[in-house]
């Protein structure tokens, strides 16, 4: 049974990263078929994360209340509905508005999945059940490119979501049959005040990151910036006199877990970007298609499905310090590849810094997760789960930012845009100058990536293996 679990769990995580990956290729074609603005077009793959992001912990508190395994399923339902939905889109107005749909499903299955792991099985094991959740990413992810490529080629962009359909109500049926409650929900007073607080400080802070990658720096900007900061420490004033808070800062405490979480935030700031940099060098400056670009970066995918699982053991079996920071330091060495990239480098190149990128992903990833959740109180598995999705994916938001302000330090952001969704390529002259601009932000990047490395080993410190739950 606890196999047919991880198969749901697993199939939860495929799906969000075909999704991921085969909305990237789609955007040209959504643009011109809908007439969405160059400007508006990457809300299509922003405004999902910012859903995600944005609710991760509100809905693991939820789980906690209510019961994870149902969330999880409910989760899946509304990706569904919001998948079918973004099918039968008109307009600019309607795709986006149900990509926010399905970021709500996306939410509640990303937030609780961890935790229906963490629940489904025992500590020694989970490293190893996180390791399977790598190959469902990665296979997600191949599949993603793979589908997109042959979907946009010769059938229409909508299938990009009815494929989503069929594979999501599957799932959903067979997590009704053996997905099972295993602990006691919580009886405990939603923190409404707390959910408010905290969802509107996390909007305005990336609301006004995300209008930087396509304006200048402006008093709107740096208004919404300072108001986002202001509201979490509002936020955290407010948790400490609740009773029974959304978000106990107590957690916090645990030896382990603040470490991770920043790990898990500063890890996912440096990584994504990389996504959204490359497909900019590889359209822009190398003249390919995205379909094409895409198709590079698959063996990274297919080899960190493979590492993953053994990442994961190896966590169970010498704790989470050691895998994960090793991870971390591979990253930083495909990092440092990115950033002697020219307009003639060979593209096994790319291909060869993208394997060693998904080695050290394989890596930290299951470590890190299994780190998190050994380290949460049983009652609180919900909401560990999901502050280290919100800590996760607020990395991710921030990363396109980073990636797009620095590149368009020597073009202009609507050109870093344009070559990001695929629908112009850069002179040589340009590309030269483009180049250049993203060695930066590969260097910026490794340099956030040490820091995250650095926070990963100082979990041996606060407790044996970095996976002592409490000390």
Same mark, same amino acid.
Request: with cysteine.
């Given at each position: 049974m606890q196999s047919l679990a991880l198969l749901v769990i *697993?199939?939860?995580?495929?799906?969000?990263? *075909?999704d991921t990956t085969i909305v990237v290729l789609a955007l040209p074609e959504m643009q011109r078929a809908l007439?969405?603005?160059?400007?508006?077009?990457?809300?299509? *793959?922003?405004?999902?994360l910012l859903v995600?992001?944005?609710l991760s912990t509100q809905v693991g508190k939820i789980g906690d209340m209510f019961g994870r395994v149902r969330m999880y399923e409910t989760g899946f339902l509304i990706f569904v509905l919001?998948?079918?939905?973004?099918?039968?889109?008109w307009n600019e107005a309607s795709i986006i508005g149900f990509r926010l749909l399905q970021g709500v499903g996306g939410a509640l299955v990303a937030s609780n999945s961890g935790a229906v792991i963490a629940d489904t099985f025992p500590p020694e094991r989970r490293g190893r059940a996180y390791g399977f959740n790598?190959?469902?990413?990665?296979?997600?992810? !191949?599949? /993603?490119? *793979?589908? /997109? /490529?042959?979907?946009?080629?010769?059938?229409?962009?909508?299938?990009?979501?009815?494929i989503n359909v069929p594979i999501g109500l599957a799932a959903f049926a067979l997590a009704?049959? !053996?997905?099972?409650?295993?602990?006691?929900?919580?009886?405990?007073r939603l923190d409404v005040a707390g959910m408010v607080i905290l969802g509107a400080g996390l909007f305005s802070l990336l609301w006004g990151m995300t209008k930087l990658t396509s304006q200048s720096l402006d008093l709107t900007i740096v208004s919404l910036l300072l108001l986002g900061v202001a509201l979490l420490v509002v936020f955290a004033f407010v948790e400490k006199m609740q009773k029974d808070p959304m978000?106990?800062?107590?957690?916090?405490?645990?030896?382990?877990?603040?470490?991770?979480?920043?790990?898990?935030?500063?890890?996912?700031l440096a990584n994504f970007a990389v996504l959204f940099l490359l497909l900019m060098y590889l359209q822009g400056v190398r003249h390919l298609s995205p379909v094409d670009a895409s198709l590079l970066l698959v063996p990274g995918y297919i080899v960190g499905g493979i590492v993953g699982p053994i990442g994961g053991r190896m966590a169970d079996k010498v704790g989470a310090v050691i895998p994960a920071t090793i991870g971390l330091s591979i990253q930083v060495l495909a990092l440092i590849i990115y950033a002697q990239l020219t307009p003639t480098s060979p593209l096994w190149a790319v291909s060869l810094a993208y394997i060693v990128g998904a080695i050290g992903a394989g890596a930290f990833f299951p470590a890190n997760n299994s780190a998190v959740m050994k380290a949460a109180p049983p009652e609180s598995f919900g909401i560990a789960s999901g502050v280290l999705r919100t800590f996760a994916n607020t990395g991710m938001v921030f990363s396109f930012a980073l990636a797009i302000v620095i590149a368009s330090q020597t073009i202009s952001k609507a050109q870093a845009f344009a070559i990001f969704v695929g629908s112009t390529t850069l002179t040589n002259a340009t590309a030269d100058s483009f180049t250049h601009g993203i060695h930066s932000a590969f260097y910026v990047s490794a340099g956030i990536m040490i820091v995250a490395a650095l926070l990963s080993a100082m979990r041996g410190r606060g407790a044996k293996a970095g996976l002592s739950a409490r000390s």
């Open positions: *697993v199939t939860g995580v495929l799906i969000t990263a *075909v007439h969405v603005g160059l400007s508006s077009v990457i809300w299509v *793959v922003i405004g999902y995600i992001t944005l919001g998948s079918l939905l973004c099918a039968l889109s790598a190959i469902g990413w990665n296979v997600g992810a !191949v599949l /993603g490119v *793979v589908l /997109g /490529g042959v979907i946009v080629t010769y059938l229409s962009w909508r299938w990009i979501f009815w009704l049959r !053996v997905l099972k409650e295993s602990t006691e929900r919580r009886s405990r978000l106990s800062l107590s957690i916090f405490k645990i030896p382990t877990l603040a470490p991770s979480m920043l790990a898990a935030l500063l890890q996912s």
